[in-house]
């Protein structure tokens, strides 16, 4: 074991040795920034150890930035990170023999792409076939294929089921077959749907009870009001003028204000208003004229189209045509004398209107009637058609034909599939067995997948090599495709794993003596940050070996000194000094120079672990708890459950089942079941916050965590209440 470094000469740090009250121990855990020289401390404590003549290069083992340059190869300039090579036994052999035996088996792609290719054949041949019988069914009918991404076989279901409904119109399969389709209900309703509309101009109904009360009044003659048609071109002029204007059609002065007042006058006058109301009903009156005459036109057309019974309607709107003729002229005499009483058949009128209503809507009536009947007849007949095509298709010799070799090969073509697959897995169970290396990539990608990193490590296929691989693409990477947090996990795992003789990290390979770790978790990712932290503790906890752990993270050098009681030596009964394995270190810079200072962890980031842990407790029971979370949690608790202790009660708690009645008579727990829980909460806290190896709870872990949540909220709960938020 080295104790310290003599004359250290290496970047910031010059001729430097270790003074004697600053020697190291079994265990190491150092603190420096960045840039204070901790990377080359690391490097002085590898050259101090192997400049004794007895030590070799594998009696040490050391991470640091360089490791993964060192330790993982190169392939042809790929960047494809590798691990150490596999060896060959007497056994690996045996398993090549097998493997080859296997791969003669093994179809080949091409065999397998010609029958499937084949069968890709047979379908759209099929295809074709069904297509040909459609069109030639269907006729002018339109009548669509069946969808292009449908499989052959939904296809025939398809018209398997247009069939079927067929037969609910016709039951009789010789008649059914008979049926084909055409487009002569289609054209008809097509037309009818053309036909232009027929619509009568409308007489509003306000109006024509205004002009009643006109026909009744009596004008006299009023010779100071200019006619109508005077008035209405005096205020079309006047829109040409602006105050101020002359006259722009005589030159002459115009008084404007005048001239517009007058206007006003002339048209609040009572005869003027009521010339303009007759003109506005004699307008209405020659617009329902024309309407008539348009209607007239459509005659034949509808005739033709819809039958000689609405015939009579037409008839009946042209006859009105005379009636309306004679109401205008009545109008237009009255406008023309208005001071004259004149008589307007009012009753006339409405008799009309109502009249030629009821025979335009007996004709949209007819036309209507006539679409819905069409419509029903092709639905009927699309669906007696499509089923003369199902049926047509069913019956089909040679698409029976091509189904059944259509079936058969691809039944073949499963068989063979599965052939090669299972060939395949049992040649790659085999080369699983051909060496240990197997263990690490079933380690690697264990804990990947623990801590939900996307990554995989499998052999590569001469058996020599690892690769590393994508959960979600089986492809190689690239090592500039891998996070720099991701590669460091990488090569600190495979790190760990070589420590250890065996598969199981049980027994530390009998050789190693010095262990350095120099800054583990630079760049990792937060989500790898714990399960790091808690893989440094199981060093640190090694017995024979010494451990040097070098962080430039305050948070992680805090977690892992933690507890180690760091430099408090004791004397025994006998007064024999029994010094502590643990020493912590702070690298610091002066003027240029570094240098190492002793470090004792007061700073107990006590608030941090609370949250954590209270986090932890609110999570249901079912929710995932990954290996890292596992190994992690107990240490906390146990730590939060120390730390609250001691500033609750002001005594040190040693957390044993032994205290369990001190506990339980603190926090006045008299229940047997509440009793069970502090039990558990106790050994989760002694046992496996402890353990490197032991088997761990994620039950026990979650609900010790809810129990000390529990008790602090019961005894302290101001102080639960502003940790937890």
Known sequence: MITKLNNFTLKSFVGYTNPNDLLFRAKNILFGYNGKGKSAIAIGIKDEFLKDATKKPENLRIFDRDYISK???????????????????????????KIKELEKLIIKEDEIGKLDTGIAKLRKEIRTEIDKIHDSRKGEANIQRKSKDE??????????????????IEADEEKLIKINGDNAIEKQIAQNE???????????????????????????????IPEYEVVQWIETGLKLHKDGDNCKF?????????????????????????????????????????SIKAIEKESKTYTTNIGNEIEQHFSSISEKKQTIETLIISCQSKIDNIEVQENFDFELLAETLKELEVSISTISKTK?????????????LTTLVKGAIGLEILQSATIKDKLQEVKDKETELKEKRENNKKKQQEIQDLKQQKSLTIDFADFVSQILNDI???????????????????????????????????????????????????????????????????????????????????LMKKLLELSNQQIFVLTHSWEDYCNLSYGRKAWEDKTD???????????????????????????????????????????????????????????????VIRRVFEEWYSFKIGEDLNLTSAQLGRLANDFKITNDKSKTELGVLLKVCNILSHSINGSKNPQEIHQSAKYLMQIIKDNDPLHYERMKN
Not at 72 to 80: G, Q, T
């Open 71 to 97: 330790s993982l190869l190169l392939e042809n300039s790929e960047d494809k990170i590798k691990g150490v090579e596999a060896s060959f036994s007497k056994g690996d052999v045996d398993i090549e023999i």
């Open 151 to 168: 499989s052959v076989e939904r296809v025939i279901e398809l018209y398997k089921k247009d069939f079927q409904d067929a037969k609910k």
């Open 194 to 224: 053309n036909l232009r509309p027929i619509n009568l101009s409308k007489i509003q109904t306000n109006l024509i009870e205004e002009v009643k009360v006109i026909f009744k009044e009596k004008f006299g003659e009023d010779i100071s």
């Open 250 to 290: 005589c030159e002459g002065k115009l008084d404007y204000s005048d001239v517009k007042s007058k206007i006003a006058e002339f048209k609040e006058n009572k005869r003027h208003k009521a010339t303009e109301k007759l003109k506005q009903f004699r307008e209405q009156l020659q617009n329902l004229f024309e």
């Open 368 to 380: 209507n009637e006539q679409l819905l009947e069409l419509r029903k007849k092709l639905n009927n």
């Open 452 to 534: 939900n990193i996307s990554l995989k490590v499998e052999l590569d296929t001469d058996n020599k090599n690892y690769i590393i691989k994508s959960t979600n693409e089986n492809a190689t990477l690239t090592i500039k495709d891998i996070s720099e947090g991701e590669k460091n996990l990488l090569a600190l795992l495979f790190f760990y794993y070589e420590l250890f003789a065996d598969n199981k990290q049980r027994s530390v390979k009998p050789e190693i003596e010095l262990i350095i770790v120099d800054d583990p978790i630079s760049s990792m990712d937060d989500s790898n940050k714990f399960y790091i932290l808690e």
């Open 573 to 635: 009964k006998n007064g024999v000094e029994i010094k502590s394995k643990y020493a912590t270190f702070e690298i610091r810079k002066s003027n240029g120079k570094s240098e190492l200072i002793k470090s004792k962890n007061n700073d107990k980031p006590y608030k941090y672990l609370f949250k954590e842990i209270y986090k932890f407790s609110q999570k249901n029971e079912g929710q995932a708890t990954t290996e890292c979370e596992i190994f992690h949690y107990p240490n």
